[in-house]
């Protein structure tokens, strides 16, 4: 028995998940991005949150209204939070008071039910790098956030390599890319040429 666990992360071109002084979507929210929530969040799957993103979203579906919430509050929910105590104020959730890494290696192992975090920038950080993650589905706006932006998940984070399974524009603007990562392993000194990985100079 095992499942999958998929990061599910928006950005703007330059890889920031939030801009200051920014709308919600950067300004580009559309019928086919909206559409693309519904359908991901009527998967039978379970939802996976750091600490942060829990509180946020557990604001967003309380204050806010948006196609695919009624999904969000019904879907099971899983928290990983050291502060954080049952009851948690959203429906269907449970804390767990553990180290993620070991937590998430355990249920890939013995659940079949597949597993999707959304944000979360610490802990998809430390999943990415413990090579726990099965897909990665970026959304990227047409935006750059510059000087604005904030929480970004691949900044600092472990080398990957990127295998794409799926490109989509939606609405004409917004690109959905889909990857398989894998950790990334030096070539051994004396295998292969040796060159810049890109064409830029300064």
Same mark, same amino acid.
Request: charged letters at 20%; aromatic letters at 10%; hydrophobic letters at 40%.
């Given at each position: 028995?095992?499942?999958?666990?998929?990061?599910?992360?928006?950005?703007?071109?330059?890889?920031?998940?939030?801009?200051?002084?920014?709308?919600?979507?950067?300004?580009?929210?559309?019928?086919?991005?909206?559409?693309?929530?519904?359908?991901?969040?009527?998967?039978?799957?379970?939802?996976?949150?750091?600490?942060?993103?829990?509180?946020?979203?557990?604001?967003?579906?309380?204050? &806010?209204?948006?196609?695919?919430?009624?999904?969000?509050?019904?879907?099971?929910?899983?928290?990983?939070?050291?502060?954080?105590?049952?009851?948690?104020?959203?429906?269907?959730?449970?804390?767990?008071?553990?180290?993620?890494?070991?937590?998430?290696?355990?249920?890939?192992?013995?659940?079949?039910?597949?597993?999707?975090?959304?944000?979360?920038?610490?802990?998809?950080?430390?999943?990415?790098?413990?090579?726990?993650?099965?897909?990665?589905? !970026? !959304?990227?706006?047409?935006?750059?956030?510059?000087?604005?932006?904030?929480?970004?998940? +691949?900044?600092?984070?472990?080398?990957?390599?990127?295998?794409?399974?799926?490109?989509?524009? +939606?609405?004409?603007?917004?690109?959905?890319?889909? &990857? !398989?990562?894998?950790?990334?392993?030096?070539?051994?000194?004396?295998?292969?040429?040796?060159?810049?990985?890109?064409?830029?100079?300064?």
């Amino acid at each position: 028995m095992s499942t999958t666990f998929t990061v599910d992360f928006f950005c703007t071109l330059d890889g920031y998940g939030m801009a200051h002084g920014w709308p919600g979507y950067w300004g580009k929210e559309g019928p086919e991005l909206i559409e693309d929530r519904v359908r991901t969040f009527a998967q039978d799957q379970v939802l996976v949150f750091g600490a942060t993103t829990f509180r946020e979203f557990r604001t967003f579906v309380a204050e &806010y209204d948006e196609p695919y919430y009624d999904s969000l509050n019904a879907l099971p929910k899983i928290v990983f939070s050291s502060t954080l105590e049952e009851p948690l104020g959203w429906q269907n959730s449970t804390v767990l008071n553990e180290d993620a890494v070991t937590a998430i290696e355990r249920l890939k192992r013995t659940t079949h039910v597949p597993m999707r975090s959304h944000g979360s920038i610490t802990l998809n950080r430390a999943l990415l790098a413990a090579g726990l993650v099965d897909r990665l589905e !970026i !959304i990227m706006f047409p935006a750059v956030s510059g000087r604005a932006g904030d929480a970004a998940l +691949l900044h600092g984070g472990a080398e990957l390599d990127l295998e794409l399974v799926e490109s989509t524009v +939606l609405d004409g603007r917004t690109q959905k890319l889909v &990857y !398989i990562p894998h950790v990334h392993t030096e070539v051994p000194e004396g295998v292969g040429p040796k060159r810049r990985s890109t064409g830029q100079t300064a």
